[in-house]
């Protein structure tokens, strides 16, 4: 005793106080602790723990007052004897635990059987009360989960579209049309927003489903957690969206492209959209041969140069992009070879042959002496369902009414290009791989210009100025302008207030060209598809819509990655491009043919004829008097002023 006395009075003051926070820190393991921790534990489980809880406590209280009505003979003469009777006592207990109006068939019993079965049924009513507590808050917490997106979908062959967009009630809209052939067709869309809102938000602005089941998900696409919750490994295509609202939207995509592509490199195609075209080449290396990449500014950009060119362009590629009317599609299996490629444009009523697909290579129009052999023809129609292999038009040209024009020789042009964003330098590069030599353009803007490339055949000259003011507009708007160009000013302003400036420059625009009695096409993109209505107004020429056009192309190529070398040739600057030529160089002015005299007439000028342009046409339901793909027996009447939509090489 004096040893281990000495030993504790040797040990170091700091020690002696270490030992003691030490023991002061210890927890308790007395039984009570370890009963109370195991009952936490227990009631963190949730629901199905509370419920069990609540049973044995209702079993421990039925056999508490079975034991006692037992014990002292409550009952009077009414008691149950042997061990069934003791199981009937326990079953007397337990109803009237949960019916209190049991007890009023005991009217008869002692009063001390009463008091005590009172007593029984009070406890009951607490314990009940407690039990559909417990259920309503369960039941409204599986709705809360449920509500928020995050039980895997078990689909196969459907369409997944990551991330969240303006574009997403296009793509959406349009799917919905391309679906309606396909048996119970599926759209999952996974994206980092509130799964009730992405639903209330799709039914407020995509009118009809068409059979279409839309599923939505909560969760980022760039985890691969979250991911798995949309089944991409058994989808048909996915769709990956650029998030309009990130910083740098580009990297995003690159990182959902490394988790798509994190299972290995076998799975459905992908479709992704990128901003900044010095970010294509990474994409590319994720995405390998399985990914689809949309440069969304290089494409807008040579949308608006295309439609630039010639008034009614705009409507012809809307109509090609999206599902609405006619679209492109492949024809595989045929009897056609041995037929030329001139041959084979008038074999089709309801269908236009465009190109030939031969070695894995497309070719939009092709020579018309060229021999079909094992080729996939690219054709324009409204469905695939129209496609047949053998021949059904029965009309033939009428050879005696083709035109006799010509072209016209290239001279120097003059063009006025009004706003300046992104886009705008790329438009100003493809506007020069058409320009002829010594050609001229201005730029009028109301804000900073960037980046103006160096050209060969455009001279540019920027002239700072407000593009709402109508003495700075009448400055510059000239009739001898061959060309009118409205940008807007997506990079300085919300997308709503670039639209209202572009609208109030258009109407001073074509105003002062009006006074001129000048023809030159006015050309404008808009961020908003609800304002092209109001853009109307203004007789503009061709609306280009950027958003709109970005989706239709990326819900055509989910479709079928077969489009991507197709709208490459129609929207570059090399092969066969869409031309809206006078309608006299390939019939006779003032002559009634039919459609297939004049696919003769656009054949024998080694063009191919997509369709037709009139202003009889514009009271009509075609958009800016353009009919695309009309039946091969249809008749036209050649007015001054038509035009034949044609495929050329220049």
Avoid at 312 to 333: M, N, P, S
Wanted: net charge negative; charged share 25%; aromatic share 6%.
């Amino acid at each position: 005793m004096r040893q281990r006395t000495a030993k504790a009075m040797a040990q170091p003051k700091g020690a002696v106080a270490s030992s003691a926070a030490k023991g002061a820190a210890e927890p308790r393991s007395s039984l009570g602790d370890r009963l109370r921790y195991r009952f936490d534990n227990s009631m963190s489980r949730g629901t199905p723990a509370l419920i069990a809880w609540l049973s044995v406590v209702t079993l421990l209280l039925i056999l508490l007052f079975t034991v006692i009505v037992s014990l002292f003979n409550l009952r009077q003469g009414e008691s149950y004897d042997g061990v069934g009777g003791f199981f009937r006592e326990m079953a007397q207990s337990l109803f009237h635990a949960l019916d209190p109006g049991t007890i009023g068939g005991d009217a008869d019993s002692p009063w001390r059987f009463l008091l005590t079965m009172l007593v029984l049924t009070i406890a009951g009513l607490f314990i009940v009360s407690a039990l559909i507590g417990v259920i309503a808050a369960g039941i409204d917490t599986k709705l809360a989960d449920l509500r928020r997106g995050r039980s895997i979908v078990l689909e196969k062959d459907h369409t997944v579209i990551l991330g969240w967009s303006d574009s997403i009630f296009t793509i959406v809209r349009e799917l919905t049309i391309a679906n309606e052939s396909r048996r119970k067709p599926v759209i999952v869309i996974l994206a980092d927003r509130d799964k009730v809102d992405m639903e209330d938000e799709l039914r407020a602005k995509v009118d009809d489903f068409r059979g279409t089941r839309v599923i939505c998900r909560n969760g980022s696409p760039m985890d691969i957690d979250d991911l798995r919750l949309s089944s991409h490994t058994t989808a048909r295509s996915v769709i990956l969206l650029a998030p309009q609202e990130s910083e740098d939207p580009d990297s995003e995509v690159i990182k959902t492209l490394l988790a798509l592509t994190h299972a290995g490199p076998d799975g459905p195609r992908i479709v992704a959209e990128i901003r900044n075209p010095t970010n294509l080449e990474a994409a590319r290396l994720v995405g390998a041969d399985r990914t689809v990449l949309l440069d969304i500014r290089e494409t807008v950009a040579k949308l608006v140069v295309q439609t630039s060119r010639q008034s009614g362009a705009a409507a012809v590629y809307t109509e090609l992009f999206d599902y609405g009317g006619d679209e492109i599609y492949f024809l595989e299996e045929h009897n056609l070879d041995g037929m030329t490629y001139g041959e084979v444009q008038l074999g089709f009523e309801q269908a236009t042959v465009i190109g030939v697909i031969a070695d894995g290579v497309p070719k939009l129009n092709p020579t018309a002496d060229t021999v079909i052999a094992g080729h996939t023809l690219i054709v324009v129609a409204e469905d695939d369902s129209v496609l047949q292999g053998d021949p059904d038009s029965t009309v033939q040209p009428d050879l005696s009414q083709l035109g006799t024009g010509g072209g016209q020789a290239d001279h120097p042009t003059q063009a006025l290009l009004i706003g300046w964003n992104e886009r705008a330098p790329i438009v100003l590069r493809e506007m020069d791989k058409y320009a002829p030599a010594g050609s001229t353009i201005t730029v009028l803007t109301s804000f900073d210009v960037r980046n103006v490339p160096q050209l060969s055949n455009l001279q540019v000259t920027v002239a700072p100025g407000a593009t709402t003011d109508r003495g700075t507009l009448e400055a510059h708007v000239r009739p001898d302008l061959d060309q009118v160009l409205v940008l807007c000013y997506s990079d300085d302003l919300e997308p709503q207030a670039a639209d209202a400036r572009t609208l109030v420059t258009l109407l001073h625009v074509r105003d002062i060209l009006s006074r001129f009695d000048s023809a030159t096409p006015v050309v404008s993109e808009m961020l908003d598809d609800r304002n092209r209505v109001l853009a109307q107004v203004a007789h503009v020429d061709d609306v280009v819509v950027s958003g709109e056009i970005v989706s239709l192309l990326v819900t055509q190529l989910s479709e079928d990655h077969r489009l991507e070398a197709v709208f490459d040739q129609l929207l570059g600057d090399q092969g066969s491009e869409i031309y809206l030529r006078p309608a006299e160089w390939y019939v006779e002015p003032g002559a009634e043919v039919t459609y297939a005299t004049i696919i003769a007439g656009a054949s024998r000028r080694n063009e191919t004829a997509l369709g037709y342009k009139s202003a009889a046409l514009a009271e009509g339901e075609a958009s800016f008097g353009v009919r695309v793909n009309p039946p091969k027996s249809e008749t036209f009447q050649v007015l001054p002023g038509d035009r034949v939509v044609v495929l050329a090489d220049d």
